[in-house]
């Protein structure tokens, strides 16, 4: 049972349009939401974060938007530069716990 | 500079003959994580440690074991690779909100 679910498994954006990824989750008990970016042949590299208390985090280009009720949250990245090609991975927690649980990843592919 | 720092970047092995992969980490983080991943699927936990606290995975096969001598360091033992057994292999650690922090992996080959 998936309780993190990227039902994307590849996006294509235009070079300079917002890129919009999205990560469902069905268990109520998650507290803490992180977006992680991975590119070929390294591990995955922290991105941005938000706790439940919240339903928007900002920095810099990339916004993380949480619809509680919806469980649903969503990655925006404004504008979307070459170097953004990546996979790109939701992830949860419940708060004292420390292990994440994974979305499977959605590729990012940014068209010049 | 490095926070989390994973040898050897690429390892070949032949099946059934140990490996062992080590991690170190520079953020003094009291948890530290092992993970394999294939292709671009999410990582799978295999161990964790809160301290000297080891949590194995439900679904971890026998076959890995992890020894964490200090707060630093962490090793990864494979007893008898097997060809399903090659992955990339990621050690990381974490804040106390979970943030974690991960080394660049290491790529293991079974011939």
């Known amino acids: 049972d998936q309780q993190v679910k990227q039902n994307s498994p590849s996006l294509s954006v235009q070079e300079g349009r917002i890129s ?25 590299t922290f991105l941005i974060s938000i706790s439940s208390i919240k339903d928007k985090n900002e920095d810099g280009r990339f916004t993380v938007f949480l619809n509680k009720s919806a469980k649903h949250l969503s990655l925006h990245i404004v ?18 716990n420390y292990q994440l649980i994974w979305g499977a990843g959605t590729k990012l592919i940014i068209k010049p | 500079d490095a926070m989390v720092i994973q040898n050897p970047r ?5 099946f059934g003959k140990p490996v062992t992969l ?10 530290m994580y092992w993970y394999q991943q294939k292709s671009s699927q999410a990582p799978k936990l295999l161990f ?7 949590n194995n995975e439900a679904d971890t096969p026998d076959n890995f074991q992890s020894r964490r001598p200090n707060t630093s360091f ?14 990339m292999y990621l050690c990381a650690t974490s804040t106390p909100r979970a943030e974690q922090f991960f080394g660049p992996g290491t790529r293991l080959t079974v011939l």
């Not at chain 1, 504008?79 to 939701?90: N, R, T």
């Not at chain 2, 962490?74 to 992955?87: E, K, M, T, V």
């Open chain 1, 20 to 44: 919009i990824l999205n990560c469902d989750y069905t268990n109520s008990m998650f507290d803490y939401f992180l977006w992680y970016k991975k590119y070929p042949a390294e591990g995955p």
């Open chain 1, 79 to 96: 504008p979307s530069q070459p170097g953004d090609s990546a996979v790109y991975f939701c992830a949860a927690s419940v708060d004292s």
């Open chain 2, 10 to 14: 690429y390892q070949v092995t032949q």
């Open chain 2, 22 to 31: 080590s991690c170190s980490q520079t953020l003094n983080h009291n948890v």
């Open chain 2, 48 to 54: 964790h440690y809160y301290d000297k606290d080891f």
């Open chain 2, 74 to 87: 962490c090793f990864l033992d494979i007893r008898s690779p097997g060809l399903g057994d090659a992955a």
